[in-house]
C-alpha cells in the first residue's frame, strides 16, 4: 500500500512540476505587455511557478468527475483562446488566427486555466467568519423594503460629491444633439425618442438660469439609477446568504466612480441600464416564484419595465422577444402570463415606435439602423481593401460605391465603426442585398484572416479583459466634462465645478485610465469581465444540473451577442448593463459554494506504517 500511494505521489510531483513549468512560460509569452522580460527575467516567475504547483497538487487531490472535468477543460480553452488571440490584436494588429504558434500558446495555458476553473467548480465554503444568526439578520434586513430604502439613500449618499462636483451634470455623448433636435422640432429616431423628450423638457425647456435643466435632468437620472442598484443588491440578500456578494456589489456601487458619473451624464444608456435591470430581476421572479404574475400589480409593473426598456434602446426588442421565447421554452412557471404579457408590450411598442411617432412628425431614419448593423461587414470589406489594394482593383470601385471613406480605416481608427460607417450606403444595399452580400463573401473569400482581424480589432473589448490604454482602444472612455454649452450658459462657467481638486483627482482616475495601475480592482472597470463572469457561473451551473439558475444568464448573453454582433463601438456604457449586474451573474457560483467540501480521502493507515 505504501509503494503504491509512494508511486502515486512521485507522478503527481511530476505532473504538477511540468505542467507548473509549462504554464509559467505560457503565461510569460501571452501577458499583455511586448517586453517578454517583465516575467521571464523577474523573481515574480518563481512566485508564479511555486503558485502554480500548488494549484496543481491541489487539482490532483479533487474527486474525479467527468461533468466537472469536461466543463473545466471547455472554459479553460475558451478562456486560453481569448486571451492568446486578444494580446495578438492589440499588440501586433493581427490575431494569428492560423498560426499554429497561436496554438501552442493556448495549449500552453490551458492547464493552468483549467487547474483554477476545476478547483472553483469544487470549491466549497467549510465555515462562515461570521455567525450565521448575525449573516440572516443582515440579509433578512436588507431583503426588505425598509433594507432597500436604507441601501438607496446610502448609495445616494456616497454619490452627492460626485453630483456637486460635477454640478449641474456631464452634458455629453449624444445629449447635445437630441437637446437640439427638441428644440428644432426635427426629432429623429435615431435615437430613443423617450429620452430625448426628457432631455429636451428638462435641459432644451428650463433654460433660466441655465443650470436648472440640467440639474433636475441629473437628479431624476441619479434617483432612478441608483435605485435600480440598491434593488439588485436587496434582490441579493433574498437570494443568498454569501454576505461578500452582497455587501460586495453595494460597495462597489457606492464607490467605483463610473456609476456617480455616469448618473449625471447626459446619454440614454443609463436609463436603460436602470431598466434592464429591473427587467432582469423581474424575470427572475417570474421563474422563481409561483404564480407571480397573478395579480394586474405585477403584470402591468413587468409591462410598462418591458416596453421602457424597449422604447430606451434600439436592440433591447431583440433581446426582449429573444428572452422571453427561451425562457418560456425552459421553463413552466408564469408561461402562459409571461407570453401574453410580452405580446401585449411588444404590440404596444410597434404601435408607439411606428404610427404613434410617426403622427408626431419624428424621422424614422432606417438607413441609420442598417449602417450600425452592418458595422462589421463594414470594418472587414475596408480592413481587406485597405491592406490589399493592388490584389483588389477590380473590386475597389464597387467597395467604394458601399464605403466611400473606407479608407478611413487605419490605426486607432480600427477600433470603431464610425469612420467607415458615416458615409456608408445603405440604399445601395437595401436596392440590392444580394449583390452587396456576394461581394462581401468574394472578398472574404480571398482574405479571410483580414476578416478576423477586422472583427476581433472592433470586437476584442467585449472577451478580452485586459485594459487597453496603450492600446488605443475606446472601451476604457468615459467623459467627465460637457462637450459644449447648455442653453443659456456663459462661457466662464464652461468645465467650471465646485470641487475643482476632487474634479481633477476623478479625472486623472478615469479619463488616464490610473485605475489600470490597480491589479485585480481594475477588472470592474474591463467590459469584458462580465463574460469571463458569465462562462464560469454559467459553467457550474450546468455542471450542477441546476435548471432554475440558467435564468439569470438568459438575457444577459442575449444582450452581450447583440453587442458582439450589432455594435459599432465597445464603450463601457455600452456595457453598462452587463457590469452593473456582475454580482446577480456571480450568484449561482456563490450559492454553489456553500455545500460540503469535495477532496479525495487519502488512506493513511497506521498499520501500513
Given at each position: 500500500?505504501?509503494l503504491?500511494?509512494?508511486?502515486?505521489n512521485?507522478?503527481?510531483?511530476?505532473?504538477?512540476?511540468?505542467?507548473?513549468?509549462?504554464?509559467?512560460?505560457?503565461?510569460?509569452?501571452?501577458?499583455?505587455?511586448?517586453?517578454?522580460?517583465?516575467?521571464?527575467n523577474?523573481?515574480?516567475?518563481?512566485?508564479?511557478?511555486?503558485?502554480?504547483?500548488?494549484?496543481?497538487?491541489?487539482?490532483?487531490?479533487?474527486?474525479?468527475?467527468?461533468r466537472?472535468?469536461?466543463?473545466?477543460?471547455?472554459?479553460?480553452?475558451?478562456?486560453?483562446?481569448?486571451?492568446?488571440?486578444?494580446?495578438?490584436?492589440?499588440?501586433?494588429d493581427?490575431?494569428?488566427?492560423?498560426?499554429?504558434?497561436?496554438?501552442?500558446?493556448?495549449l500552453?495555458?490551458?492547464?493552468?486555466w483549467?487547474?483554477?476553473?476545476?478547483?472553483?467548480?469544487?470549491?466549497?465554503?467549510?465555515?462562515?467568519?461570521?455567525?450565521?444568526?448575525?449573516?440572516?439578520?443582515?440579509?433578512?434586513?436588507?431583503?426588505?423594503?425598509?433594507?432597500?430604502?436604507?441601501?438607496?439613500?446610502?448609495?445616494i449618499?456616497?454619490?452627492?460629491?460626485?453630483?456637486?462636483?460635477f454640478?449641474?451634470?456631464i452634458?455629453?455623448?449624444?445629449?447635445p444633439?437630441?437637446?437640439?433636435?427638441?428644440?428644432?422640432?426635427?426629432?429623429?429616431?435615431?435615437h430613443?425618442?423617450?429620452h430625448?423628450y426628457?432631455?429636451g423638457?428638462?435641459?432644451?425647456?428650463?433654460?433660466?438660469?441655465?443650470?436648472?435643466?440640467?440639474?433636475v435632468?441629473?437628479?431624476?437620472?441619479?434617483l432612478?439609477?441608483?435605485?435600480?442598484?440598491?434593488?439588485?443588491?436587496?434582490?441579493?440578500?433574498?437570494?443568498t446568504?454569501a454576505?461578500?456578494?452582497?455587501?460586495g456589489?453595494?460597495?462597489?456601487?457606492?464607490?467605483?466612480?463610473?456609476?456617480?458619473?455616469?448618473?449625471?451624464?447626459?446619454?440614454?444608456?443609463?436609463?436603460?441600464?436602470?431598466?434592464?435591470?429591473?427587467?432582469e430581476?423581474?424575470?427572475?421572479k417570474?421563474?422563481?416564484?409561483?404564480?407571480?404574475?397573478?395579480?394586474?400589480?405585477?403584470?402591468?409593473?413587468?409591462?410598462?419595465?418591458?416596453?421602457?426598456?424597449m422604447?430606451?434602446?434600439?436592440?433591447?426588442?431583440i433581446?426582449?422577444?429573444?428572452?422571453?421565447?427561451?425562457l418560456?421554452?425552459?421553463?413552466?412557471?408564469?408561461?402562459?402570463?409571461?407570453?401574453?404579457?410580452?405580446a401585449?408590450?411588444v404590440?404596444?411598442?410597434?404601435?408607439y415606435?411606428?404610427?404613434?411617432?410617426?403622427?408626431?412628425?419624428?424621422?424614422?431614419?432606417?438607413?441609420d439602423?442598417?449602417?450600425e448593423?452592418?458595422?462589421i461587414?463594414?470594418?472587414?470589406?475596408?480592413?481587406?481593401?485597405?491592406?490589399?489594394?493592388?490584389?483588389?482593383?477590380?473590386?475597389i470601385?464597387?467597395?467604394?460605391?458601399?464605403?466611400?471613406?473606407?479608407?478611413?480605416?487605419?490605426?486607432?481608427?480600427?477600433?470603431?465603426?464610425?469612420?467607415?460607417?458615416?458615409?456608408?450606403?445603405?440604399?445601395?444595399?437595401?436596392?440590392?442585398?444580394l449583390?452587396f452580400?456576394k461581394l462581401?463573401?468574394a472578398?472574404g473569400?480571398?482574405?479571410?484572416s483580414?476578416?478576423?482581424?477586422?472583427?476581433?480589432?472592433?470586437?476584442?473589448?467585449?472577451?478580452?479583459p485586459?485594459?487597453?490604454?496603450?492600446t488605443?482602444?475606446?472601451?476604457?472612455?468615459?467623459?467627465?466634462?460637457?462637450?459644449?454649452?447648455?442653453?443659456?450658459?456663459k462661457?466662464?462657467?464652461?468645465?467650471?465645478?465646485?470641487?475643482?481638486?476632487?474634479?481633477?483627482?476623478?479625472?486623472?482616475?478615469s479619463?488616464?485610465?490610473?485605475?489600470?495601475?490597480l491589479?485585480?480592482?481594475?477588472l470592474?472597470?474591463?467590459?469584458?469581465?462580465p463574460?469571463?463572469?458569465?462562462?464560469?457561473s454559467?459553467?457550474?451551473?450546468?455542471?450542477?444540473?441546476?435548471?432554475?439558475?440558467?435564468?439569470?444568464?438568459?438575457?444577459?448573453i442575449?444582450?452581450?451577442?447583440i453587442?458582439?454582433?450589432?455594435?459599432?463601438?465597445?464603450?463601457?456604457r455600452?456595457?453598462?448593463p452587463?457590469?452593473?449586474?456582475?454580482?446577480?451573474?456571480?450568484?449561482?457560483?456563490?450559492?454553489?459554494?456553500?455545500?460540503?467540501?469535495?477532496?479525495k480521502v487519502?488512506?493513511?493507515?497506521?498499520?501500513?506504517?
Amino acid at each position: 500500500m505504501n509503494l503504491i500511494n509512494l508511486k502515486d505521489n512521485q507522478k503527481s510531483v511530476i505532473s504538477a512540476l511540468i505542467l507548473s513549468l509549462l504554464s509559467t512560460f505560457g503565461i510569460a509569452i501571452t501577458i499583455k505587455v511586448n517586453d517578454k522580460t517583465v516575467i521571464g527575467n523577474s523573481i515574480y516567475s518563481l512566485v508564479i511557478f511555486i503558485g502554480l504547483y500548488l494549484l496543481f497538487q491541489h487539482l490532483f487531490l479533487l474527486v474525479k468527475d467527468r461533468r466537472k472535468d469536461i466543463g473545466a477543460i471547455i472554459i479553460a480553452l475558451f478562456f486560453s483562446t481569448s486571451l492568446v488571440l486578444g494580446r495578438n490584436t492589440l499588440l501586433l494588429d493581427d490575431a494569428l488566427a492560423f498560426s499554429p504558434v497561436t496554438y501552442i500558446k493556448i495549449l500552453m495555458i490551458t492547464p493552468c486555466w483549467f487547474a483554477l476553473v476545476r478547483s472553483l467548480l469544487s470549491y466549497k465554503i467549510k465555515s462562515s467568519l461570521l455567525d450565521k444568526n448575525v449573516v440572516n439578520k443582515i440579509t433578512s434586513f436588507l431583503a426588505l423594503k425598509h433594507g432597500l430604502i436604507v441601501i438607496w439613500i446610502i448609495i445616494i449618499l456616497f454619490w452627492l460629491p460626485y453630483f456637486i462636483a460635477f454640478f449641474p451634470g456631464i452634458y455629453g455623448y449624444d445629449g447635445p444633439v437630441q437637446v437640439n433636435e427638441f428644440i428644432t422640432h426635427n426629432i429623429n429616431s435615431h435615437h430613443p425618442v423617450l429620452h430625448t423628450y426628457l432631455l429636451g423638457i428638462t435641459i432644451g425647456k428650463l433654460k433660466a438660469p441655465w443650470w436648472i435643466g440640467a440639474t433636475v435632468y441629473s437628479a431624476l437620472q441619479s434617483l432612478v439609477f441608483s435605485f435600480s442598484l440598491a434593488y439588485l443588491v436587496s434582490f441579493l440578500a433574498q437570494y443568498t446568504k454569501a454576505l461578500i456578494l452582497i455587501l460586495g456589489s453595494w460597495i462597489a456601487f457606492m464607490i467605483i466612480p463610473f456609476y456617480p458619473i455616469m448618473a449625471v451624464t447626459t446619454t440614454k444608456n443609463v436609463i436603460f441600464t436602470a431598466l434592464f435591470i429591473i427587467l432582469e430581476i423581474q424575470f427572475l421572479k417570474i421563474i422563481w416564484i409561483k404564480d407571480y404574475l397573478h395579480n394586474w400589480v405585477t403584470i402591468l409593473s413587468f409591462g410598462i419595465i418591458s416596453f421602457l426598456s424597449m422604447a430606451f434602446l434600439k436592440q433591447a426588442m431583440i433581446v426582449y422577444i429573444l428572452t422571453v421565447l427561451i425562457l418560456s421554452y425552459l421553463f413552466k412557471n408564469n408561461r402562459k402570463q409571461l407570453i401574453v404579457t410580452a405580446a401585449i408590450a411588444v404590440g404596444v411598442f410597434v404601435v408607439y415606435s411606428g404610427p404613434f411617432l410617426t403622427s408626431f412628425n419624428v424621422i424614422n431614419n432606417h438607413n441609420d439602423a442598417l449602417k450600425e448593423t452592418l458595422s462589421i461587414p463594414e470594418c472587414q470589406m475596408a480592413r481587406a481593401i485597405v491592406r490589399h489594394p493592388q490584389n483588389n482593383k477590380s473590386q475597389i470601385r464597387e467597395v467604394k460605391r458601399y464605403i466611400p471613406d473606407y479608407r478611413n480605416y487605419k490605426g486607432p481608427l480600427e477600433a470603431i465603426s464610425d469612420p467607415v460607417k458615416t458615409t456608408f450606403n445603405a440604399k445601395y444595399v437595401r436596392k440590392d442585398p444580394l449583390k452587396f452580400l456576394k461581394l462581401y463573401l468574394a472578398i472574404g473569400a480571398k482574405y479571410p484572416s483580414e476578416y478576423i482581424n477586422a472583427f476581433c480589432r472592433l470586437t476584442v473589448q467585449l472577451w478580452y479583459p485586459d485594459m487597453n490604454k496603450d492600446t488605443l482602444s475606446f472601451e476604457p472612455y468615459y467623459e467627465i466634462q460637457s462637450l459644449v454649452l447648455l442653453p443659456n450658459q456663459k462661457q466662464k462657467t464652461f468645465r467650471k465645478g465646485l470641487f475643482p481638486a476632487f474634479q481633477r483627482k476623478v479625472g486623472s482616475f478615469s479619463c488616464r485610465q490610473d485605475y489600470e495601475k490597480l491589479p485585480i480592482l481594475s477588472l470592474l472597470f474591463s467590459a469584458a469581465t462580465p463574460l469571463f463572469i458569465i462562462i464560469i457561473s454559467a459553467g457550474s451551473v450546468i455542471v450542477e444540473k441546476q435548471k432554475r439558475y440558467l435564468a439569470v444568464f438568459i438575457m444577459p448573453i442575449i444582450f452581450w451577442s447583440i453587442l458582439l454582433a450589432f455594435s459599432p463601438v465597445i464603450l463601457l456604457r455600452y456595457v453598462l448593463p452587463l457590469i452593473s449586474i456582475e454580482g446577480l451573474l456571480l450568484l449561482p457560483l456563490f450559492n454553489n459554494f456553500s455545500h460540503k467540501s469535495e477532496r479525495k480521502v487519502v488512506a493513511n493507515s497506521k498499520k501500513d506504517n
